[in-house]
T-cell receptor, first 112, second 115 residues
Framework: NAGVTQTPKFQVLKTGQSMTLQCAQD?????MYWYRQDPGMGLRLIYY???????DKGEVPNGYNVSRLNKREFSLRLESAAPSQTSVYFC???????????FGDGTRLSIL | DQQVKQNSPSLSVQEGRISILNCDYT??????FLWYKKYPAEGPTFLIS?????DKNEDGRFTVFLNKSAKHLSLHIVPSQPGDSAVYFC??????????????FGKGTKLSVIP
């Protein structure tokens, strides 16, 4: 998935620490998304940005903040990490809603 | 309440046979449906999609069928190959409002193709 780059790939945090997950795309897509995947739960939308300058909450936004820095970059911030936020986080992008979303390879986050 | 349901957590199929993965949805506003495949330690990759104005879409070995009256779609893989072993996610998008930019995913079905 060269078009959507997520950093870091792995991270271990202690409860209460803060962290920013980065996502950058070179596909010139308007819309960007952050999901989390937990075992047996599928992918759940945390936040999305339909276009540069806009952000909206998804299904599970509590405990997270986002920033659409520019058209290429969309970051996800955990202000005070909790064990319940241990998950695999995926960033995705698309040109518009009737086009497939393209995913990065994920950030595996463990909070102790 | 789950709006997109994949009721079979797993499926095993012999190589060369047909794999049929099922997905049900409850939201009548959904008008665009997708299937994604996911290998371990990788992001989901797009497989095939279908608009609600169609009832079938085919791409090589993969065919998606949509039954709007039953709110049901299925993915057929023929013939199944060992490389098809992965988790398959069904996803749907609504046609209006804030939800129109969101994909709602099912929980996935793990397909194992046995050589």
């Amino acid at each position: 998935n060269a078009g959507v780059t997520q950093t870091p790939k792995f991270q271990v945090l202690k409860t209460g620490q803060s962290m920013t997950l980065q996502c950058a795309q070179d596909m010139n897509h308007n819309s960007m998304y952050w999901y989390r995947q937990d075992p047996g739960m599928g992918l759940r939308l945390i936040y999305y940005s339909a276009s540069e300058g806009t952000t909206d909450k998804g299904e599970v936004p509590n405990g997270y903040n986002v920033s659409r820095l520019n058209k290429r970059e969309f970051s996800l911030r955990l202000e005070s990490a909790a064990p319940s936020q241990t998950s695999v986080y995926f960033c995705a992008t698309t040109t518009d809603r009737v086009q497939p979303q393209h995913f990065g390879d994920g950030t595996r986050l463990s909070i102790l | 309440d789950q709006q997109v349901k994949q009721n079979s957590p797993s499926l095993s199929v012999q190589e060369g046979r047909i794999s049929i993965l099922n997905c049900d949805y409850t939201n009548s506003m959904f008008d665009y449906f997708l299937w994604y495949k996911k290998y371990p330690a990788e992001g989901p990759t797009f497989l095939i999609s279908i608009s609600s104005i169609k009832d079938k879409n085919e791409d090589g070995r993969f065919t998606v069928f949509l039954n709007k009256s039953a709110k049901h779609l299925s993915l057929h893989i023929v013939p199944s190959q060992p490389g098809d072993s992965a988790v398959y996610f069904c996803a749907a998008s609504a046609n209006s409002g804030a939800g129109s930019y969101q994909l709602t995913f099912g929980k996935g079905t793990k397909l194992s193709v046995i050589p």
